[in-house]
C-alpha cells in the first residue's frame, strides 16, 4: 500500500524525524515518536532524509507498518 512520508513520519521542532507509529525498516523495529533520525545518519542502510516528502511502500502487520521502499 502506498502511502504519503507524511503518514509515516512526522518533523520535530528540532528538524529531526520521528515515525508516527511502530515501524520496521530493514528488519528492525521501531517504536514511535521515541526514536528520531537526524540528517546524515543511516539506519539499516538508509538516510531517511534522502526520501523526505516522498511516497512510502509499506504493508501493516500486528499494528506495525513495515517499509518496502519509497517511490521516486
Known sequence: MRKKFSEI????????????????????????????????VKFAGIDIFDYYGKDIEVKEENGIIIIGGFYE
Not at 512526522?10 to 533520525?37: A, C, H, Q, W, Y
Open 9 to 40: 513520519f512526522k518533523e520535530n521542532d528540532d528538524g529531526s524525524l520521528s515515525p508516527r507509529m511502530t515501524i520496521k525498516i530493514g528488519g528492525i523495529i521501531l517504536g514511535g515518536e521515541s526514536v528520531k533520525f537526524t540528517r546524515g
